[in-house]
């Protein structure tokens, strides 16, 4: 009989987090020791013995994404765990081939449409800078968009700080007119286990005032609190809400833009081979329900147009994450 290769190999785990980190883990996460121990050897085992997976990574600090996102809740960190995978096959572009040496990812990152700067903020948190007005339509298709996000995201997964401490977004909507609405939809994700904090948006076009103004209708009081517009930067910088110096020189910090992106792209190059290994995580879709296969992809969907479409140049995209999950 053969033994199972996983994508990754079940490892003990050694704990890296600072000891802040460990007690904002267990006052906001429940995870402790006895915690982390007990739920990884339920989350392994649930593995093997689930006919649905076929492959998966199973070292702790992939499996611990899912149970810090769930705030240790086992049957919930199993069921997105299993979300997941399922989205990788069934729109595979957003979650396949995160290859950063791709020419379009390489280029969009070289362009600052979406990086992490280098610096935390007083709580410990990586701020993320999207600049969706560098997205050149007549350049870049739907599928590179949604790459480069996978790309982002899991690369920031990787370090288990950032799944307890979790994320602020910083948006600078300069650039972005109605056009742009074609790249979007307003259906909920929740597939990548990631604790978004904060959202601040700049330089709203007027084009697109109604757009976030029903995006907002959508949400939750508890998101909305987490959500800021304005007008400009210099109205973003006066609120006291965003810390500058953790900022591209551009929007008042201290580093220039330029800098902070060659900085970026030295984690992403780390992140590589680990991203790529992710191609062979696997389900066995015929065990999912019709139900389950199209829940899993509807909110990825636009005009009929699903994964894999011939007219992306890529894989194939539709659409794009939307609605953020905050806990």
């Known amino acids: 009989m053969s033994v199972q290769q996983w994508v990754t190999a079940p490892d003990d785990y050694v704990?890296?987090?600072?000891?802040a980190t460990q007690t904002m883990a267990q006052e906001e996460l429940r995870e402790d020791r006895h915690s982390r121990e007990t739920a990884l050897a339920s989350m392994r085992e649930w593995i093997r013995q689930n006919p649905r997976i076929k492959n998966c990574r199973m070292d702790a600090s992939f499996l611990l994404r899912f149970l810090r996102f769930k705030k240790f809740s086992v049957t919930l960190a199993q069921e997105a765990l299993e979300r997941y995978v399922l989205l990788r096959q069934t729109f595979n572009v957003a979650f396949t081939c995160l290859d950063i040496t791709i020419p379009m990812m390489e280029d969009l990152t070289n362009r600052g449409y979406l990086f992490a700067c280098p610096k935390r903020d007083s709580k410990g948190r990586r701020v993320i800078i999207a600049r969706p007005g560098v997205f050149d339509l007549e350049l870049f298709t739907p599928g590179d968009m949604c790459r480069i996000h996978g790309i982002v995201y899991e690369t920031l997964m990787e370090?288990?700080?950032n799944q307890v401490r979790g994320f602020v977004h910083f948006a600078d909507g300069q650039g972005v007119g109605f056009a742009y609405l074609t790249l979007f939809t307003i259906k909920e994700a929740k597939t990548l286990p990631m604790r978004h904090k904060e959202v601040h948006c700049i330089n709203a076009h007027p084009s697109m005032k109604f757009a976030l103004d029903f995006a907002m209708s959508l949400l939750s009081d508890k998101i909305k609190k987490r959500v800021q517009l304005y007008t400009n930067l210099e109205e973003a910088l006066e609120s006291g809400n965003l810390e500058k110096d953790i900022l591209p020189k551009e929007y008042g910090g201290i580093m220039p833009m330029a800098e902070m992106i060659e900085l970026w792209k030295k984690e992403l190059e780390k992140s590589h081979p680990i991203l790529m290994s992710h191609d062979l995580m696997e389900v066995d879709e015929n065990l999912f329900?019709?139900?389950?296969r199209e829940g899993a992809i509807s909110a990825l969907k636009r005009e009929g147009i699903s994964c894999g479409s011939?007219?992306?140049s890529l894989c194939g995209i539709?659409?794009?994450f939307r609605k953020l999950e905050v806990d």
Do not use: P, V, Y
Not at 15 to 19: D, I
Not at 289 to 292: G, P, Q, R
């Open 15 to 19: 704990c890296t987090l600072s000891e």
């Open 159 to 161: 370090d288990e700080e």
């Open 289 to 292: 329900s019709a139900k389950a």
């Open 310 to 312: 011939e007219r992306d």
């Open 318 to 320: 539709t659409g794009n």
